[in-house]
C-alpha cells in the first residue's frame, strides 16, 4: 500500500523534464546534397540556465538531430544522428559572452555578444547550420529530420540525476535531390 502511495506522489507531483523548452520552427532546406537545419527554442532561459551563465561557468544547449527515412505505416528508419552543441561562457571583466558552436565536436563557428538578449539568440536561433551531408542520397525515398534539445540536468528526489530534455520536434517531409551522372 505504501508503495502504491509513494509512486502515485511520484507522478502527481514530479512534472516532466523540460515541460517549458520546446522546439518550434523547424525547418529543412536543402543546398546540394547538404541538410541544412534552421529552428528556434522557446522558454528555454529560466532562472537555473541565468544563474549558471552569471556564474561564469560554461553553460551548454545540446541539440540532437536524427535523418530518417520516412515510412508509412511502420516505424520511421534512422539514418544518420548528430549533434550540435552551443556552449555560452561569461567574462565579468569584459561583460561580454562568448558562445562557442560545435558540430559533433568540430567547432564550427565563435562569437562575442554583449547583452543577454543577444545571448538568448544566439544559444536558441539556429539559422541554416549544415547538419548533414548526404553522401548516398537514398533514392527518392522522403525524409524527415527529428531535433531535440537537452538543457542541462537536475536532481530528482535530491538524489536520482535526470537530464532536463523537449519533445523531439519533427520537420516536414522531403525528398533527397536526385543524383547527379
Not at 78 to 102: F, I, K, N, P, Q
Not at 144 to 152: P, S, V
Not at 153 to 171: C, E, G, K, Q, Y
Amino acid at each position: 500500500m505504501r508503495a502504491t502511495f509513494a509512486l502515485l506522489c511520484l507522478v502527481l507531483f514530479v512534472r516532466p523534464a523540460g515541460a517549458e523548452a520546446r522546439i518550434t520552427d523547424l525547418q529543412v532546406s536543402l543546398d546540394g546534397n547538404r541538410v541544412l537545419a534552421s529552428l528556434k527554442l522557446a522558454d528555454a532561459f529560466d532562472r537555473r540556465l541565468a544563474e549558471r551563465l552569471d556564474s561564469g561557468l560554461p553553460t551548454s544547449i545540446l541539440y540532437r538531430f536524427e535523418l530518417h527515412s520516412d515510412r508509412k505505416h511502420w516505424y520511421d528508419n534512422r539514418l544518420e544522428a548528430a549533434t550540435l552543441e552551443m556552449v555560452a561562457m561569461y567574462d565579468a571583466v569584459s561583460r561580454t559572452y562568448t558562445v562557442h558552436a560545435r558540430l559533433d565536436d568540430e567547432l564550427v563557428e565563435s562569437r562575442t555578444v554583449r547583452d543577454r538578449k543577444a545571448l538568448e539568440a544566439a544559444m536558441t536561433e539556429i539559422q541554416k547550420v549544415p547538419i548533414f551531408t548526404l553522401e548516398r542520397p537514398p533514392g527518392r525515398r522522403r525524409l524527415l529530420l527529428k531535433a531535440r534539445a537537452e538543457l542541462g540536468s537536475r536532481l530528482l528526489l535530491s538524489f536520482i540525476p535526470v537530464t532536463i530534455t523537449t519533445d523531439w520536434a519533427d520537420s516536414a517531409k522531403f525528398r533527397a535531390p536526385a543524383r547527379q551522372p
